[in-house]
T-cell receptor, first 116, second 115 residues
């Protein structure tokens, strides 16, 4: 079945530091890939997405590129802010024809804390 | 504003008691989902529904039940058979599960605790 593996956290950075959160996946066919963000006590918000190989998703200074050759979708931001402190989830959605069609499979989440 | 409303935000259950979590959406989405989130873990799918009056079990359906009588509503019942119900429960919806590139939109969650 499908699976998503994220780098273990927590990640602690100083403001304006560079952020990378690694995400790799296992899936058949051509899944769509997503990054979600969860702030304390809230639900998940879609941060960005990519639907085919070499697509780059971007939003609020965050970027991630769909790399089929390395089955990866790493999240990056050039300069983090205190307000970026949250839990980040990588997820994939199975492509048509597979047993996991339409369902989201999540990584375990990475806690990011940014200090002033 | 369109969105997903989950209620209540906090819920307490006594041993042997069933409780129902509400999820309502006004996004006109066809598909709806229930997830369970435990500390340090990702989300696990409990049940999902692609259309009204139809739903399927997810990865951890035991001890839970759902109904989908209206497009807008997808309530989740945590039964007494669920031995470890303490968790954060998230409801989500999407336009159509046939299109894998459509994201799911999430509510703000219900935190269930055992008294």
């Amino acid at each position: 079945g499908n699976s998503v593996t994220q780098m273990e956290g927590p990640v602690t950075l100083s403001e304006e530091a560079f952020l990378t959160i690694n995400c790799t996946y296992t899936a058949t066919g051509y899944p769509s890939l997503f990054w979600y963000v969860q702030y304390p006590g809230e639900g998940l918000q879609l941060l960005l997405k990519a639907t085919k190989a070499d697509d780059k998703g971007s939003n609020k200074g965050f970027e991630a590129t769909y790399r089929k050759e390395t089955t990866s979708f790493h999240l990056e931001k050039g300069s983090v802010q205190v307000s970026d402190s949250a839990v980040y989830f990588c997820a994939l959605r199975g492509s048509a024809g597979g047993t996991s069609y339409g369902k989201l499979t999540f990584g375990q989440g990475t806690i990011l804390t940014v200090h002033p | 504003d369109g969105g997903i409303t989950q209620s209540p935000k906090y819920l307490f259950r006594k041993e042997g008691q069933n409780v129902t979590l509400s999820c309502e959406q006004n996004l006109n989405h066809d598909a709806m989902y229930w997830y369970r989130q435990d500390p340090g873990q990702g989300l696990r799918l409990i049940y999902y529904s692609q259309i009204v009056n139809d739903f399927q079990k997810g990865d951890i359906a035991e001890g839970y039940s759902v109904s989908r009588e209206k497009k807008e509503s997808f309530p989740l019942t945590v039964t007494s058979a669920q031995k470890n119900p303490t968790a954060f429960y998230l409801c989500a919806s999407s336009i159509d599960s046939q299109y894998s590139n459509q994201p799911q939109h999430f509510g703000d969650g219900t935190r269930l605790s055992i008294l």
